[in-house]
């Protein structure tokens, strides 16, 4: 159990800083576009989003055949939008976002656990976890380019990131959590 806990605690602040790695790189500014005008575009948002929340357009109500012809004639969009302003990286969001790290890792680290008579070896496990990340990233983030409109190569950063994170863990967590070793007595008895 101590070298699960300690595992769990080494691979999340392992998971954070590749986080604070991976979106402090140049990739995603290649992916992630800017609107023409920043001023423009926030008062246009305020106008004509009344509160914090998520938003689709065309609106998904009224008349079927109507939306119908807006999501023909587009554009199409899902808006997150958060109202009030916040400092770019206050000291909540760092927390929560340690906190959110932790409990992925620790459903991680439950998931390879119970996948553990199947994985012998270290790259084993490594992998279980990665394959685990891929399918994590892939369903959420390619499934939102399918199912809510989301454009372009936003996606598949997504997913990448989702991918090399759950690797990341994956070479922490398969150093600490491993089948129990068979003492020699019980070796030559099976």
């Known amino acids: 159990m101590k070298r699960t806990v300690i595992g769990c605690l080494l691979a999340t602040v392992a998971m954070y800083v590749w986080g604070a790695v991976f979106w402090m790189s140049p990739l995603p500014k290649k992916v992630i576009l ?5 001023i423009e575009a926030g008062k246009s948002l305020l106008q004509h989003f009344p509160s914090t929340g998520t938003y689709s357009v065309p609106s998904m109500s009224g008349d079927q055949q109507a939306m119908e012809q807006r999501f023909k004639a587009g554009p199409i969009a899902t808006v997150h939008i958060q109202r009030e ?4 990286m206050p000291p909540r969001m760092m927390i929560l976002g340690f906190v959110h790290d932790l409990v992925t890792i620790i459903l991680i680290a439950w998931l390879l656990s119970k996948a553990l008579p199947g994985l012998g070896g270290y ?3 490594v992998t279980f976890v990665t394959v ?4 994590a990233g892939f369903f959420t983030n390619v499934g939102a380019s399918i199912w809510m409109f989301v454009p372009g190569a936003f996606p598949l950063l997504n997913t990448g990131y989702v991918l090399s994170a759950w690797l990341v863990a994956g070479l922490v967590l398969a150093a600490f959590i491993k089948p ?3 003492a020699p007595a019980q070796a030559t008895q099976s």
Do not use: F, I, T, Y
């Open 132 to 135: 685990a990340g891929l399918a």
């Open 85 to 88: 302003g916040s400092e770019m």
């Open 34 to 38: 800017n609107p023409a005008n920043d």
């Open 180 to 182: 129990k070793a068979v």
């Open 123 to 125: 790259c084993s496990r």
